[in-house]
């Protein structure tokens, strides 16, 4: 372990958790759960049908797609257990860890998920339940998924709430506490955030195709999709360690950068680079298993990615472009692995690569009016561009990204092209966002810290389903 990661970790023992304090954060997050039942019914039934909805469209293509009950009742249960979590957290729960700061909150939010899961008799039930009830009397799936969820919703607001809440306080009073977990966690602990998983929000991208997927016979696509999204995560992770190597000096002179941990030293150098390869190994395995073109995809995605980080991204206009393509890539690999054909994926493929060209001068952006001059230190190619390029490129960007969204949505359906100017008024708001910003920020930062922002996109997400599914 010596040689893999660096032994400046800390090495200081947890405090005793308060039971006390833990009891009356459980008292408080049920407080707060029932309250806002009490007081925003409809907020509640809406969160509650949409979980259910998603639950039951899991179970119908998991049964269309030959999948064995218990996998897909375990899958349909624990998506649409996360979903209803999310909505909670995001609402009504988070504010309640008043022992957390909100870094921790937003890092241990899918930790306190896992202790959720575990903790909680409801999500069990459904689990167990569904597939008993269903062995021993048969019938219809769909009156077996309605009396498990009504029984489970039942026995949620009898004692599932207790149970899971106690687990859940206890653990943010522990993780709440100054030092770190034990010696080995706090030692990998870099290694993971090496890999930044927080970025592989970005491979959403590789969902592209599942609106499309669901309304075909071809379900099993869905699992490929899924499969392609891991292969790309641990690409985009593995390329991630190589640029963080090669950047590593350069990286020490960022405010922000010089903590990662190869630039801090936390990580070795060869580890990171025999870490990359063991991912990229990984990667192109899943790819050659999902088939359908995906690994031709995955490995151009690869070599243009290494081509960035060792050149492309210190040559003007290029390193947008760059960036750009291998979104496009993302969305030519959903519709590749789906069994969908080549060119029904070309105008979302175009449409990805302008958009996030856009989010990627939105970024370039934030850098040069947080940095000024002196960002040129940590990223030379913006004394390239000047104060004023980048918004003329940010505009031509949207407007190309503004003109194939209305071409795509009629060509599902020429009244679809009616919501254009909505697209339009995302673009306007993210950059009003850019303008605001004081200091250099990710672009899906930017994205996830205005909900009115957040809202349009997952309306638009919501949108093209219906669309897919309508025509």
Known sequence: MESLVSSNASKVAHPKASVATADLITRGLRQSTRTIWLARPALFLTIGLLSALVQGLLLLLGSRAGLPLLATTTGAVLLSALLNFLLNWTITWGDRFATLTSRQRRIWCFPLFGVFVLTSPTIWFKIIGLNVIHDRFGGSLLVTWIVTESLGAVLNFIIADRISFGAMARVAIRVSAPAAATTTTARWRPVLTALRPAQWLKNTFVLAAVPFIITTPHVRGLVDVALLTVAFCLASSSIYLVNDVIDRDRDRLHPRKRFRPIAAGDVSVSFALQLSGGLTLTALAIGDEVGGGALPILMLYLVLSHLYSLRGKHIPYLELALVGVLY???????????????SASVPWAVLATLLATALVIGKRETEW?????????????????GAAALPRLYGVMTAGATAVYAVAMWSIAPWAALTTPLIAIAFIRFWKAVEREEHDRNPQDLVLSDRPLCLLILGFALWVTCLSALS
């Open 328 to 342: 496009g890539l993302r969305v030519l690999g959903s519709f590749a692995a789906g069994g969908l054909a080549v």
């Open 369 to 385: 009016l947080a940095l000024g001059q002196n960002s040129a230190s940590t990223r030379p190619v913006l004394a390239c561009y």
